[in-house]
């Protein structure tokens, strides 16, 4: 047999186990939104007929328009300021050495490991202090300079060609008409990768909302879902449903930028 | 390239508006609006709805705000945060606090919590509800829920293996092991199903002969615990036996009885609902008296969870609330009936007992009267005082666990939970 | 002149586009640090604080649960980050083959894990794992095994539980990172070096890897601080005990406990906060030696 085909074989085999069991989890969630509770319990994992039955719970139990709301407002506003103020950031790390600010970033990448729940009293205490708790700004605001992002950008932009931004200067475009006009499009698939991962993280934040977000109508759905697991009853047929719904949007988001990934570095040579 | 770049410039605006959008102004709680903090929607959340209907028919200018939007340990996550913080305008103004935890809260935030017994009659309500919420002479909770236990069991399995009812009354841990090998001869059965990092199971023994983890004086009393000993020895003897289904997680432990898989559980009242919730069960299912340990000062009769409420000292409405609970939760005779009936909530108001409902005998238990049997057993709970640390020692005995249920030195296991609460309570 | 202009513009730039998310930075992150570092010595429980120097940092040396925790963490990470980096560089590579069909389908199924919320996740994980959960009786079937694994009720293979749930959530993420920087790699170098008949393992190991260190260094870092922080899945599959036996506690998970569910001692949570900061910072420092050492030796 031919040692490229069947290597090609085993590239399609690894990928389609790998799919299979990334997939799994996902295709029982939704058979579960199809399926009443009492079935899901018993270990179901064939479609029901409860779907309706099922949405009808979740939107009588969840304000879903005003959460979903809370929810977008939060990750979108979020993640749009989190890319402008961390890529700036990477970029600027990156391009522009200096001993002190190398000093500054390896302090920033020891700063990333201090769990969330060593700050959370004292970061409370300032919102508190300026009348912010229970308001979106609170809930948004310490995400936006994401250390982590910087890193990723400024890692990201040791791969971009230092020629585009000497042409780009001979051409008379000052530092910032570079980062907006040059850097960002051709880093495309970084800004989509980064996209996805901060939207994620933000629509899926638990632990700080949870303290700072305080009454029902300000909370997201992330937090609404984690409050209904915890009943004495759960109702799993309405849970899940209502966690199919809290996927989507990350889902469409990733499904509309994946296709990023593969169109490289158009854009940037033209 | 001017295209890609107007692209940008629209994005980093619509950011910009996007800022503007999240200055919403925070909503803060009217006056006259009480706040209530509790985890279940369908139980104490609908149940303190109730409340606060009846409430506000005579009292048109108090409302409630009852919100249910978060689970138990989100509740204390952000209770802790806030008292920690000194920080008190995102507090409610009354609380659903578990009972074993409540000591914790009372003594590490000496002044977050109002005093209730100067101004409430406490001797209405069970005694070990009120015990457990009082510090140096002052009782700060209106007793909600008991977590008074029981052991449900499947009839028809018990039946089949040829036990009847009266087999399972006052009978020890001891026998119900022998009860649970004939029953799996027979029926093929698991007795009972354990999740390993549970130990509802234990302290449920070690409350029936009046035990817990502290001396009181507050120091570790568990080298010498008989009770603690024995309960460990029986968590092993069913292991042993091969009598159990073992479980992980809520899901899993209730969708093993709900599904039929074990022939008995031994749990506190408030899982009524939850075994109800499969109709097609019905009049398969009994109550018996838990069962005692095979000692001295053991009764048929514990506890398992349950809760109270709590009033903040932060308050804005502390008259309204001192008053809300005086009228209804230590005064409202039909209030109780109507809660047991609607969600199987069972108070801890002791004149209730004598209503209606608490008399009324269930199809779905066979047509026994269980709710009479549960008070009865209520007003027999040995008190107890569950301290501050009982968290750490949960720990430091499911720690152990594994190793005792393979047969490990019951002495040793002690030995080592003592040792490592000890660290943990510094 | 005009040199030394440029030299100030440089110089001020340089500051100007950091300075947003350092404003942010110092306002969310170094007050509330430097916060939790004066209250590491700080001891009682709940509002009654008193200073005590070094007491928390002794009570650490000689508390079981920490040290359990501390092995626990460390051998998540050893074991763990090193399956997931590999996995998701392998499907990275497979998947940036142009002339593989499918293509969309595979990247978008194995990234399917991260979105995947973790309430759906631990529940199936929990059922799958079950003592008669559809993996035993799979191995069971395979004769791999005699009787079944109790996956989430013995210490060991809680850990292995553990172990198989970050990698299942965690490589379709990473393999993004990797995607996005092959999509930065000029296409032509490999056109070149498959021309002059370098075989597919070479191409691998002497252009993709060189040419993604920058990433895969991101990668390994930010996993390390990910697997020192773990808490989501240990927490949710456990019912945040860390059990059984306290097999599965992690520090994040321990300080949670110390924080939220034990007596609240604040002082002797935050110095096992500082603890991780101080692995954290040995390994990336490692990490960085290593990295720089190689960038000598290829240079």
């Keep these: 047999m031919n040692p490229a085909l069947l290597r090609r074989g085993l590239v399609y085999a690894l990928l389609s186990l790998a799919a299979f069991i990334s997939v799994f989890p996902f295709y029982w969630m939704i058979i579960g939104a199809t399926n009443a509770s009492a079935d899901i319990i018993r270990g179901k994992t064939t479609p029901g007929g409860a779907l309706f039955a099922n949405a009808a719970t979740f939107f009588a139990t969840v304000d879903a328009p005003r959460i979903f709301m809370n929810s977008a ?100 475009l000052n530092e910032w008409q570079i980062f907006l006009y040059v850097y960002m499009p051709v880093m495309r698939s970084t800004y989509a990768a980064a996209t996805i991962i901060v939207f994620m993280a933000n629509w899926n934040n638990y632990l700080w909302p949870l303290i700072v977000l305080q009454t029902a109508d300000n909370k997201t759905i992330t937090l609404i879902l984690s409050a209904l697991t915890s009943a004495y009853t759960p109702d799993y047929g309405m849970l899940l449903f209502g966690t199919v719904l809290a996927t989507l949007p990350t889902l469409v988001i990733f499904f509309l930028l994946q296709r990023r990934f593969v169109e490289g570095m158009l854009g940037a040579v033209k | 390239m001017t295209d890609m770049s107007t692209r940008w410039k629209r994005t980093l605006c619509v950011a910009l508006t996007g800022i503007s959008i999240v200055t919403v102004a925070a909503a803060s709680a009217s006056a006259g609006e009480i706040s209530v903090w509790v985890w279940d929607k369908a139980f104490n959340g609908d149940t303190m709805r109730e409340a606060g209907e009846i409430y506000t028919k005579a009292h048109p200018e108090t409302t409630f705000n009852v919100d249910d939007t978060a689970s138990q340990d989100d509740i204390r996550a952000k209770l802790q945060t806030q008292l920690l913080a000194g920080s008190t305008e995102g507090l409610p103004d009354i609380v659903l606090i578990q009972d074993d935890i409540a000591q914790k809260y009372l003594q590490s935030f000496p002044g977050a919590f109002e005093p209730l017994s100067d101004s409430i009659d406490m001797s209405v309500f069970a005694p070990y509800k009120v015990a457990a919420a009082t510090l140096d002479g002052k009782s700060y909770s209106v007793p909600f829920d008991s977590g008074v236990t029981g052991l449900f069991y499947r009839s028809d399995y018990l039946e089949e293996a040829g036990f009847t009812a009266a087999d399972l009354e006052n009978i020890t841990w001891d026998r119900l092991v022998e009860i649970g090998q004939a029953v799996k001869e027979k029926t093929g059965k698991q007795l009972l199903d354990l999740d390993m990092n549970d130990t509802g199971v234990i302290r449920m023994m070690m409350q029936s002969a009046g035990e817990w983890y502290f001396n009181e004086d507050g120091s570790l009393h568990i080298t010498d615990n008989a009770a603690l000993k024995k309960a460990l020895e029986t968590y092993a003897k069913f292991y042993q036996a091969d009598l159990v289904k073992p479980v992980s997680g809520w899901a899993e432990y209730t969708g093993a009885f709900t599904n039929g898989e074990v022939a008995v559980v031994p749990v506190g009242v408030w899982i009524t609902a939850t075994i109800k919730a499969n109709a097609d069960q019905s009049g398969k299912w009994a109550v018996a008296p838990i069962p005692r340990l095979d000692m001295e000062g053991s009764v048929n009769a514990s506890n398992q969870g349950g809760s109270s409420w709590f009033l903040l000292s932060s308050s804005d409405n502390k008259e309204e609330a001192i008053d809300f609970f005086k009228t209804v939760w230590a005064g409202d005779q039909d209030f109780y009936q109507d809660i047991l009936i609607k969600r199987g909530a069972v108070g801890s108001l002791l004149s209730a007992r004598e209503g209606e409902a608490y008399k009324a005998s269930d199809e779905f238990f066979g047509g026994a009267p269980v709710w009479q049997n549960f008070s009865t057993w209520l007003g027999q709970i040995p008190s107890v005082d569950y301290g501050t640390f009982t968290a750490e020692v949960d720990a430091a005995v499911a720690a152990q666990l594994p190793t005792i249920i393979q047969g490990g030195d019951i002495d040793a296991a002690l030995q080592a939970i003592n040792d490592q609460a000890q660290q943990q309570m510094q | 002149m005009a040199q030394s202009g440029l030299a100030r513009s440089e110089r001020i730039n340089g500051w100007l586009f950091v300075m947003p998310a350092l404003v942010l930075l110092g306002l969310f992150m170094i007050y509330p640090i430097v916060w939790s570092l004066w209250m590491s010595f700080q001891v009682g429980k709940g509002m009654n604080l008193s200073f005590g120097g070094f007491a928390n940092i002794q009570r650490l040396t000689k508390d079981p649960v920490f040290i359990r925790a501390l092995i626990n963490t460390f051998t998540f990470f050893i074991v763990q980050v090193p399956i997931m980096i590999t996995l998701a560089l392998l499907f990275a590579v497979a998947l940036n083959d142009s002339t593989l069909r499918f293509r969309g389908l595979f990247r978008t199924a194995i990234f399917l894990p991260c979105v ?184």
């Excluded at chain 1, 979106?136 to 890692?155: E, G, K």
């Excluded at chain 3, 004769?143 to 990698?167: C, E, N």
């Excluded at chain 3, 599965?248 to 900061?277: C, D, R």
Aim: net charge positive; no cysteine; charged share 15%.
């Design chain 1, 73 to 172: 407002i939060i990750a979108v506003v979020g993640t749009a300021l989190t890319l402008v103020v961390s890529s700036l950031a990477g970029y600027g790390f990156e391009m522009f050495r200096s001993r002190i600010r190398e000093k500054l970033f390896a302090l920033l990448l020891l700063l990333l490991s201090i769990p969330f729940a060593a700050m959370m009293v004292p970061l409370f205490v300032m919102f508190s202090q300026a009348k912010l708790v229970n308001t979106f700004v609170a809930a948004i605001l310490p995400t936006v300079a994401s250390i982590f992002i910087i890193f990723y950008f400024r890692q990201a932009t040791k791969a971009f060609p230092s020629e585009l931004r000497d042409a780009a200067k001979i051409d008379g």
């Design chain 3, 116 to 299: 995947t919320s973790l309430i759906a996740y631990s529940t199936i994980f929990k059922s799958m794992f079950a003592v008669d959960g559809i993996i035993n009786q799979t191995l069971m079937a395979l004769h791999l095994i005699a009787s079944p694994i109790s996956w989430l009720g013995d210490p060991f293979w809680a850990k292995v539980t553990i172990i198989i749930a970050i990698t299942w959530r965690w490589t379709g993420y990473n393999m993004i990172f990797y995607l996005a920087a092959l999509q930065n790699i000029d296409r032509s170098i490999y056109e070149a070096a498959r021309i002059d008949g370098v075989p597919a393992w070479a191409r691998f190991r002497y252009l993709t890897i060189p040419m993604l260190k920058p990433v895969i260094l991101f990668t390994t870092v930010v996993s390390t601080i990910g697997t020192l922080q773990l808490f989501d899945e240990v927490f949710n599959l456990t019912g945040g005990t860390g059990g059984p036996s306290d097999s599965t506690v992690t520090l994040s998970l321990y300080i949670y406990n110390l924080t939220f569910k034990f007596m609240p001692s604040f002082g002797y949570s935050a110095t096992v906060s500082w603890v991780i900061v101080l692995v954290v910072a040995i390994l990336s420092f490692l990490q960085f030696l290593v990295a720089r050492d190689r960038k000598v030796k290829s240079s």
